[in-house]
């Protein structure tokens, strides 16, 4: 079946350090792959997002890029905030005869000052 | 603004009692969904709507019920049939009769049984 694996968390980075989240997807046919962003108290948003192989998603600083050779979709970004600080999670859509949204469990970013 | 609203933002219920979390939004987004978001795990689908009077169980529909009487409302009725209904319930929406991935928030109900 669809699945989406994530890195366990909690991950506790300093300000402007690199930041990287791995997931990686066990998918039939040809999925989307999202990643979105849980700030604390609040729904999710949708960070960014990728739609076929090799694609690149990015939006304020984060960037991932959509590799099916190794089925990842690694989220990175250069230089971290404290305003950065939520969960992330890597989704994935993929029509099927039902057609729903797989998420990762999430990972907890906190940086620090 | 358009927009998912959903109320209230903390319910705290007694053992035994049934409890509706509203859904409700502006957006003109055919499909609506709810999910269950426990700590430390990723979002469950609990039911989804693509169209007014039709909806579809999720992977953990049990206790659970909606409506669909209007395209902007969704309201979910958490039980007393749920075992553990602690939560943060978050509902959704998307453009279309399916998904593409791209799915809108509303700001989610945190549910408590005392």
């Known amino acids: 079946g669809n699945s989406v694996t994530q890195m366990e968390g909690p991950v506790t980075l300093s300000e402007e350090a690199f930041l990287t989240i791995n997931c990686t997807y066990t998918?039939?046919?040809?999925?989307?792959l999202f990643w979105y962003v849980q700030y604390p108290g609040e729904g999710l948003q949708l960070l960014l997002k990728?739609?076929?192989?090799?694609d690149k998603g990015s939006n304020k600083g984060f960037e991932a890029t959509y590799r099916k050779e190794t089925t990842s979709f690694h989220l990175e970004k250069g230089s971290v905030q404290v305003s950065d600080s939520a969960v992330y999670f890597c989704?994935?859509?993929?029509?099927?005869?039902?057609?729903?949204?797989?998420f990762g469990p999430g990972t907890s970013l906190s940086v620090i000052p | 603004d358009g927009g998912i609203t959903q109320s209230p933002k903390y319910l705290f219920r007694k053992e035994g009692q049934n409890v509706t979390l509203s859904c409700e939004q502006n957006?003109?987004?055919?499909?609506m969904y709810w999910y269950r978001q426990d700590p430390g795990q990723g979002l469950r689908l609990i039911y989804y709507?693509?169209?007014?009077?039709?909806?579809q169980k999720g992977d953990i529909a049990e206790g659970y019920s909606v409506s669909r009487e209007k395209k902007e409302s969704f309201p979910l009725t958490v039980t007393s049939a749920q075992k553990n209904p602690t939560a943060f319930y978050l509902c959704?929406?998307?453009?279309?009769?399916?998904?593409?991935?791209?799915?809108?928030f509303g700001e989610g109900s945190r549910l408590t049984v005392l």
């Open positions: 989704a994935l859509y993929v029509k099927t005869s039902y057609d729903k949204v797989i």
């Open positions: 998918a039939t046919g040809y999925p989307s």
């Open positions: 959704a929406s998307s453009i279309g009769l399916a998904p593409t991935g791209e799915l809108f």
């Open positions: 990728a739609t076929k192989a090799d």
């Open positions: 709507s693509q169209i007014v009077n039709d909806f």
């Open positions: 957006l003109n987004h055919d499909a």
